[in-house]
């Protein structure tokens, strides 16, 4: 027995050096390769990356019948190029459409343990378009890292932008990320601002960014290096939302104050002067934002918390401190093979043309058209038919038949190992 398991050892190393050998001679991967590079598959989390932007349209086309293709019955879900109303193919209405089902898809996979709860807050997508940016808001996983690149990059520019500018037109999700931090940033700011002088002043400092992206002088003059500071203190603001007890409110109104001080004073420098007095008056670079012996400080009385919480508002909170705080690439999210495996499997599934399998289906069936097979529709042909979706939409279904093909090759190759030549002509024959 021990002799036995010896030659099964040295056989299995044996096959594999001649077998290696012989691929590499025979260039038996190229042909692998190019069949990958024909069939346009999504198969890696790359490739996903750099195909996700087309997922929700295709989702939006396929799979999405509209009024007119309802009307029409089983033959338009399957017609090549279905009809669409102006409303179905508004970006607002397709990115609502496609969150529903990959949602859906990411919580299923939280509910079977396949990915921990940070994995699960990176691969979601907002529900609905958040009305305050007019933006596409894409999933954390695909923007990770690039919000902390963007604020090194600003801070050690010294001025000048050309850097920056090549990496976001080498990345289209940097420039995502970009904006909706921006977007996200000024919202929950007018959000929580209440004060109608404080309101004043933020409204005067965003007009002057605004007016310096317009003109494509942003970095050029404004000072970035403190800009690294100042998102420290907006990622504190952000714990404190998270948590939203009223006993940090004191807190809260401190950072903002902080925030103001390094806005006007390190980024801005004198583009601002005079707009922290609430009636006029020169602003006093070198005595504090406001002297206490005078005035009232700026926000004591002019912040809404803790803030009426709402699932929104809480998502807007979590997804901008993911974008802030993740650091590191998430080129692996998931790290689970399953779950890889069947979000490769849903996104390929998008981009599936089956006009010409329905067709070959009714021919497979004897119906020349689908009113055909509705007239003739009897428990084997239900039964076909069910088969021909599952094997095209379940996974579950598809391994099934894998096994069964599986099966058949075993059955195959034992006839065709013990089978005289003689036999084989015979079962051909018969």
């Known amino acids: 027995m021990v002799y036995f398991m010896d030659t099964q050892i040295w056989y299995a190393i044996f096959s594999t050096l001649i077998g290696g050998i012989y691929g590499a001679c025979r260039r038996l991967g190229e042909v692998s390769a190019l069949l990958l590079v024909l069939s346009n598959q ?71 343990d396949l990915i921990d709860n940070r994995e699960k807050d990176l691969l979601l997508v907002p529900y609905c378009k958040d009305r305050d940016m007019e933006i596409i808001q894409w999933p954390p996983f695909l923007l990770a890292s690039k919000i902390p690149i963007a604020l090194d990059m600003a801070a050690d520019s010294g001025g000048k932008d050309r850097d920056l500018k090549k990496r976001i037109k080498s990345d289209p999700y940097f420039t995502f990320a970009i904006k909706e931090c921006y977007a996200s940033f000024k919202s929950i700011i007018y959000a929580l601002v209440i004060g109608p002088h404080e309101r004043d002043v933020i409204q005067n400092i965003f007009k002057v960014v605004d007016d310096h992206i317009t003109h494509d002088t942003l970095i050029k003059e404004l ?127 998008l981009f599936m043309s089956m006009p010409h399998e329905w067709k070959n289906f009714l021919e497979r069936v004897d119906c020349k058209n689908e009113e055909e097979l509705r007239f003739r529709e009897t428990e084997q042909t239900e039964e076909e038919l069910r088969l021909w979706a599952s094997y095209r939409g379940q996974t579950l279904t598809r391994t099934v038949r894998g096994m069964m093909y599986y099966r058949q090759a075993l059955v195959l190759q034992a006839f065709l190992d013990m089978a005289r030549d003689d036999g084989i002509f015979l079962v051909l024959d018969g």
């Open 42 to 112: 999504i198969r890696t989390l790359g490739m996903l990356r750099s195909r996700f932007e087309s997922l929700p349209k295709a989702f939006n086309e396929f799979l999405i019948p509209s009024d007119t293709n309802k009307r029409r019955g089983i033959r338009a879900a399957f017609s090549s190029k279905p009809s669409k109303t102006p409303e179905d193919t508004t970006e607002e209405n397709i990115a609502a459409r496609f969150a529903q089902i990959w949602n859906l898809i990411i919580t299923s996979f939280r509910e079977e």
């Open 223 to 349: 000072n970035m290096s403190n800009l690294p500071t100042l998102s420290k203190k907006f990622v504190e603001l952000l714990d404190l939302l998270l948590k939203n007890n009223k006993e940090d409110q004191g807190q809260v109104i401190i950072l903002f104050q902080d925030m103001l001080e390094v806005v006007t004073r390190d980024i801005m420098d004198e583009q601002l002067s005079g707009l922290l007095e609430p009636h006029g008056g020169t602003h006093r670079r070198h005595e504090g934002i406001m002297p206490l012996d005078q005035q009232v400080q700026l926000f004591t009385k002019a912040i809404d918390f803790p803030v009426k919480e709402s699932q929104a508002w809480t998502e807007k909170i979590k997804r901008l401190h993911l974008l802030l705080t993740v650091k590191e690439s998430a080129m692996d999210v998931p790290t689970n093979l399953d779950a890889r495996r069947r979000i490769s499997f849903f996104a390929n599934s």
